[in-house]
């Protein structure tokens, strides 16, 4: 298989992998693929799952198992995905959990950010702050022993292949790690600012939308919890940002704050 052009940034809940990405991608004109935003879009291409709750009762290392299999068929997906996107010689910043150094022996750059135990837990208790899902708050403990294991294949498997490996602890230097981040994944080539940054930057929303609408349906969310949505006017370097639902954003489109605003 040809893979296209791609980044990653994988690891841990809570290493800040999703924050680091917004701001790589945004300030180098790169365009962004979260993972987690086409989980539903995968789930309809993938062999029956068992439901996560019945993987997280078999105990922490079965569970962990099940997860990088399942990370191991989404691959095909993910490659798939950005290929769809059109993006020639610029590579994708992919970024999730999913992403295990074993699975990105095709992919020169790459970095893997890894949280201690109680960064995680901290960030987990932070997601579920936003939402209310009390199925999520009873696998809680179970999902932060699963996190550990997982923690420990991406440390084991990053040495063995001489990956860049970044520990993140509880009090963390962002400022530090974005930098080092930087420094691993280079200086690709970017997007061409005006109508083909705007495009990217409107899949990418639209991703975010698709993706909200479904775990609301899937878990019966009364309302879901604000996204950041990124300013698709084109400009280059332009990091503005909106948060807000996926019907908010329908709306703020349609008033061309997402393609016009004082920020730019």
């Not at 790169?30 to 062999?47: C, K, M, N």
């Amino acid at each position: 298989m040809t893979w296209p052009a791609m980044v990653w940034i994988g690891g841990a809940p809570g290493a800040g992998k999703s924050t680091i990405a917004r701001r790589l991608a945004r300030r180098a004109d790169l365009p962004l693929h979260p993972v987690d935003l086409w989980t539903y879009a995968h789930l309809d291409r993938l062999p029956p799952l068992r439901p996560l709750t019945e993987e997280l009762a078999k105990g922490p290392d079965s569970a962990a198992e099940a997860f990088v299999g399942v990370a191991r068929l989404r691959l095909d997906l993910v490659v798939a995905d950005v290929r769809e996107r059109d993006l020639g010689d610029v590579p994708a910043v992919v970024e999730g959990p999913q992403l295990f150094p074993s699975m990105a022996d095709s992919v020169p750059a790459a970095v893997w950010l890894l949280p201690d135990a109680e960064q995680t837990r901290r960030a987990r208790e932070e997601r579920l702050a936003r939402a209310d899902d009390p199925a999520g708050r009873a696998r809680l403990e179970s999902l932060l022993a699963r996190d550990t294991v997982l923690a420990d294949l991406v440390r084991r498997e990053a040495l063995e292949r001489g990956r860049v490996l970044i520990e993140v602890s509880a009090q963390p230097d962002w400022a530090g790690i974005t930098e080092a981040v930087e420094d691993a994944l280079g200086a690709p080539p970017r997007l061409a600012p005006g109508a083909e940054l705007s495009r990217q930057r409107r899949y990418e929303n639209l991703a975010a939308c698709r993706q909200g609408r479904l775990w609301q349906a899937d878990i019966g969310l009364a309302e879901l919890p604000p996204y950041p949505f990124a300013c698709e006017c084109g400009t280059s370097g332009c990091a503005a940002t909106w948060e807000g639902t996926p019907d908010e954003y329908d709306v703020r489109r349609e008033q061309g704050w997402l393609t016009a605003h004082p920020a730019c």
